[in-house]
């Protein structure tokens, strides 16, 4: 069994620098200046993503709730409604990388004694916020993955248009953007 455990994990580490290196974008993608993150926690609700194997379940209401810890880390808790009609939840943990004000975190669905290995922490990078903190959008730094959020579950067209001109000044493909079913007010 441990040899299965060696075969995956030597895999998906393959898969993971393939795929950084095959990206092909010399442009780094730039965060916010700095975060807030107690002025960040609480609710946010997808308004459109770049489809990702973890999200294939979810149909519609996909949001996250975010809250501080006692130990400084955040508790993240997805959910989202499946095609069942079923709610489906991920409770997960982040931290800051770097200064207590940085817009890179670090988020972990894993069980907690997988921590330690580097592979089950992906980047979290808050890369367009409003200055009240009710339109975000996260990603990373290979452009893989690709969230706009929202305090709300619908968020106006001219908004929505004004934050894709944002990141794809950014460099990213606002075309693989999924949109999550009825946020979009029109």
Partial sequence: ??????????????IASFSAYGQGNDV???????????????????????PNWFQKKCASNTKAVYSARADGTLKVLNSCKTTEGEI??????????????SPKLEVRFAPSWLSFIPMVWGDY???DLDPQYQVAV????????LWILSRTPQL?????EDTLQRI???????????????????
């Fill in 88 to 101: 489906s939840e991920a409770e997960g943990t982040a931290r800051q990388i770097g200064p207590k004000d």
């Fill in 156 to 160: 106006d067209k001219k908004v929505y």
């Fill in 1 to 14: 069994m441990s040899k299965i455990y060696s075969i995956f994990f030597s895999a998906c580490l393959f």
């Fill in 168 to 186: 794809q000044a950014q460099q990213f493909d606002v075309r693989k953007l999924e949109s999550t079913p009825q946020v979009i007010a029109k």
């Fill in 125 to 127: 990078w808050v890369i």
């Fill in 28 to 50: 780094p993608v730039k965060t916010i200046p700095s975060l807030d993150v107690q002025r960040y926690l609480g609710t946010w609700y997808e308004i459109a993503k770049y």
């Fill in 138 to 145: 996260v990603s990373d730094p290979r452009r893989e993955y």
